[in-house]
């Protein structure tokens, strides 16, 4: 009786291999990962920050940070007194008597103070001397007692300075203040007159081009190509000054005045069409020979092979570019102001926020709210197209 020997099946054998590959592979697939969820983070840390200073009270968000937006913090506060008609008389002292609140509860007083200049040069429970023989003391949870020789005089208390513990505040003041700000309705829509057609026309214009550059023989097509490219390195910057020139002299001749939606759809044309040409050339020249040949054979034109073929399989790239296009146009401020102007007709969304922080900038805490008011549509067009997005940029790379 012979002995059998048990060998190992191809299949045990397969996953055997598999495992010993995946163990030797995991200390790069982990740092790999790794990687890769550091920058997510890096990335979407100060996004995270902004949507939540956005909800912030604002005197808050001027003194700390959004890491400590969960935790009470120091603030130096202003409260009157009592008018001058609840005033009493105690062995010949005029008094004012009360207590300072934080949206309407006591709060924990850290120091205090009479004057703009020292508002926290009191600890509580001294007793600060006033001048003209007052004195102003203040306990820790806010009650003030204020004397003075002479009655009180006014319609309005005196005021007293005080520094004070204040509980983290959320609400949606910031976001109240610029969705309510005058001319913000009209500035949105004027930024969609603006992004639409400036996202449309160099689509159609780079479509066409890209169709000729990839499947037409003519003289001179790797030069085009080759300028397309250049053209793509050159700062806007430079640009802008004699575009906006050339466009008032034609404006000028032809009787069109400067200041229109013509203009500003022009320049952002012209800016983004290398993008769009380069961008879709290298995805339609990679579409298969066979189905453009086939085509051809077939007796089709140019125009219908593109309008029925080229175009249907190039939704992609299409979506790709309206992405960076949209998203270019849509947070433009510079173009905007150069041809548009900063008058109440034509004012887009990003210059009437800027409006809205004042000639100082004294304002700016609303900036956390603009900007995610700012980003909704935008938010919007990416989530709907974003699955097009890799396919289409990547698409034609690798042939």
Not at 57 to 61: A, G, I, M, T, V
Not at 180 to 195: D, H, K, P
């Given at each position: 009786m012979t002995d059998k020997i048990a060998t190992p099946s191809a299949g045990h054998v397969s996953k055997a291999a598999f495992s010993l590959s995946k163990l030797r592979r995991s200390p790069l697939t982990l740092l790999v990962h790794l990687s890769v969820l550091v920058i997510v983070i890096l990335w979407t840390l100060p996004t995270a920050g902004l949507f939540i200073s956005s909800f912030r009270?604002?005197?808050?968000?001027a003194l700390t940070g959004w890491w400590t937006s969960l935790t009470n913090s120091e603030q130096n506060l202003v409260d009157r007194t009592g008018a001058p008609d609840s005033q009493i008389q105690e062995n010949g002292v005029y008094v004012l008597t009360g207590q300072v609140l934080v949206d309407g509860k006591p709060t924990q007083v850290q120091a205090f103070?009479?004057?703009?200049?020292?508002?926290?040069?009191?600890?509580p429970?001294?007793?600060?001397?006033?001048?003209?023989?007052?004195?102003?003391?203040?306990?820790?949870?806010?009650?003030?007692k204020m004397t003075s020789l002479k009655p009180f005089k006014g319609k309005r208390?005196?005021?007293?300075?005080?520094?004070?513990?204040?509980?983290?505040?959320?609400?949606?003041?910031?976001?109240?203040?610029?969705?309510?700000?005058?001319?913000?309705?009209?500035?949105?829509?004027?930024?969609?007159?603006?992004?639409?057609?400036?996202?449309?026309?160099?689509?159609?214009?780079?479509?066409?081009?890209?169709?000729?550059?990839?499947?037409?023989?003519?003289?001179?097509?790797?030069l085009l190509i080759a300028v397309v490219v250049g053209l793509l390195?050159?700062?806007?910057?430079?640009?802008?000054?004699?575009?906006?020139?050339?466009?008032?002299?034609?404006?000028?001749?032809?009787?069109?005045?400067?200041?229109?939606?013509?203009?500003?759809?022009?320049?952002?044309?012209?800016?983004?069409?290398?993008?769009?040409?380069?961008?879709?050339?290298?995805?339609?020249?990679?579409?298969?020979?066979?189905?453009?040949?086939?085509?051809?054979?077939?007796?089709?034109?140019?125009?219908e092979i593109f309008m029925r073929i080229v175009l249907p399989l190039s939704f992609p790239a299409l979506a790709s570019f309206a992405i960076f296009q949209f998203l270019w146009v849509w947070n433009d401020?510079?173009?905007?102001?150069?041809?548009?102007?900063?008058?109440?007709?034509?004012?887009?969304?990003?210059?009437?926020?800027?409006?809205?922080?004042?000639?100082?900038?004294?304002?700016?805490?609303?900036?956390?709210?603009?900007?995610?008011?700012?980003?909704?549509v935008p938010l919007g067009v990416f989530f709907t197209l974003q699955r097009y997005l890799v396919r289409g940029l990547l698409s034609g790379s690798v042939k």
């Open positions: 009270d604002k005197d808050q968000l103070g009479f004057s703009s200049r020292a508002p926290t040069a009191y600890k429970g001294d007793v600060a001397e006033m001048k003209n023989g007052g004195s102003l003391s203040m306990t820790t949870d806010g009650h003030y208390g005196k005021r007293v300075f005080y520094t004070a513990i204040v509980p983290p505040k959320f609400g949606l003041d910031n976001y109240k203040e610029v969705l309510t700000a005058e001319g913000i309705g009209r500035s949105f829509i004027n930024s969609l007159t603006v992004t639409i057609p400036a996202t449309i026309i160099p689509i159609l214009i780079a479509a066409y081009a890209a169709y000729a550059l990839s499947w037409m023989k003519m003289p001179g097509r790797n390195v050159v700062p806007l910057q430079m640009s802008l000054i004699p575009l906006l020139r050339l466009y008032n002299d034609i404006g000028a001749f032809f009787g069109v005045g400067a200041k229109t939606y013509l203009g500003i759809w022009l320049a952002h044309t012209g800016f983004g069409l290398p993008l769009a040409i380069y961008l879709l050339r290298n995805y339609i020249s990679s579409l298969p020979r066979e189905i453009i040949e086939s085509a051809r054979v077939d007796g089709a034109t140019d125009f401020l510079l173009v905007a102001t150069v041809f548009l102007g900063t008058g109440e007709e034509h004012m887009v969304l990003t210059a009437r926020l800027r409006e809205l922080l004042g000639s100082r900038g004294g304002n700016w805490e609303i900036l956390t709210a603009s900007a995610f008011v700012s980003i909704a």
